[in-house]
C-alpha cells in the first residue's frame, strides 16, 4: 500500500506561496498522486492530479521528482480562503484513504 | 457544484427511525462512494460501488445500508443509529473505479449532516 505523509499543518501569510510536501515512498508504477481541497462542513474538492514531473492548472501547480516518492503541491499567492485541509492521495485503492491531510491556515 | 447532489442536507432522527439518504450524480461517472466524517476526524470510507456493483464494503455496521439501483444513484439506508453514528454523511462519483489513474478522480456532494439523538 503507498502510504503517504504530510505534514499536520502550515500556516502562511496572504500573497505567499505555498508548497505543501508529500512522501510516497512505495508508490507503484501506475498509481497517479491526487490532491483534494476541504473546506469545514464539505465535501473534498478535487485539485490537481498528475503523473511525473509538473502539472499546472489554474488553479495550483504539482511538482512530482523522477523517483515519484514524492510530490509538492504549489499554490501561488494564497489568499484567506484558502484556508482548508488538503489531502494527498496517491494509487488505486488509496485513492480512497484520505488521512489527516494538511490543515493550511493562511493569515491575514 | 451540481454534478453530485445529495437529499437531505441535514437530517435528525432518533435512535429507532428509519431513514435514507439519497446521493444522484448528474457526470456519467460508473463508480459512486460512501464516506463518513465525525467532527474533527479524517474521512472513512464505507463503501464503494463499480458499475452498480458494491466492490468495497468497509466493514461498515449492519444498522447502515447501501443500495444502488443505477450508476446516477446511491441511496444510504439508516435503521436503529447510534448517537455516534451522528456525522457528516458525504457522497462522491468518479468516472472509472478506483485504480484506474487519471479517471478515477473523485467528485464529492456536499453532504448530509446527520444527527441521532
Known amino acids: 500500500l503507498a502510504k503517504t505523509t504530510q505534514p499536520i499543518s502550515m500556516d502562511s501569510y496572504e500573497g505567499q506561496e505555498v508548497n505543501i510536501t508529500c512522501s510516497h515512498n512505495?508508490?507503484?508504477?501506475?498509481?497517479?498522486i491526487t490532491w483534494y481541497q476541504q473546506f469545514p462542513s464539505q465535501g473534498p474538492r478535487f485539485i490537481i492530479q498528475g503523473y511525473k514531473t509538473k502539472v499546472t492548472n489554474e488553479v495550483a501547480s504539482l511538482f512530482i521528482p523522477a523517483d515519484r516518492k514524492s510530490s509538492t503541491l504549489s499554490l501561488p499567492r494564497v489568499s484567506l480562503s484558502d484556508t482548508a485541509v488538503y489531502y494527498c492521495?496517491?494509487?488505486?485503492?488509496?485513492?480512497?484513504?484520505f488521512g489527516t491531510g494538511t490543515r493550511l491556515t493562511v493569515i491575514p | 457544484e451540481t454534478g453530485v447532489t445529495q437529499t437531505p442536507r441535514h437530517l435528525v432522527m432518533g435512535m429507532t427511525n428509519k431513514k435514507s439518504l439519497k446521493c444522484e450524480q448528474h457526470?456519467?461517472?460508473?463508480?459512486m462512494y460512501w464516506y463518513k466524517q465525525s467532527a474533527k476526524k479524517p474521512l472513512e470510507l464505507m463503501f464503494v460501488y463499480s458499475l452498480e456493483e458494491r466492490v468495497e464494503n468497509n466493514s461498515v455496521p449492519s444498522r447502515f445500508s447501501p443500495e444502488c439501483p443505477n450508476s446516477s444513484h446511491l441511496f444510504l439506508h439508516l435503521h436503529t443509529l447510534q448517537p455516534e453514528d451522528s456525522a457528516l454523511y458525504l457522497c462522491?462519483?468518479?468516472?472509472?473505479?478506483?485504480?484506474?489513474?487519471?479517471?478515477?478522480?473523485?467528485?464529492f456532494g456536499p453532504g448530509t449532516r446527520l444527527t441521532v439523538l
Open positions: 457526470l456519467g461517472h460508473n463508480a
Open positions: 512505495n508508490i507503484a508504477t501506475n498509481d497517479y
Open positions: 492521495l496517491v494509487g488505486g485503492m488509496n485513492n480512497l484513504f
Open positions: 462522491a462519483s468518479s468516472l472509472s473505479p478506483p485504480g484506474t489513474g487519471g479517471t478515477d478522480t473523485q467528485y
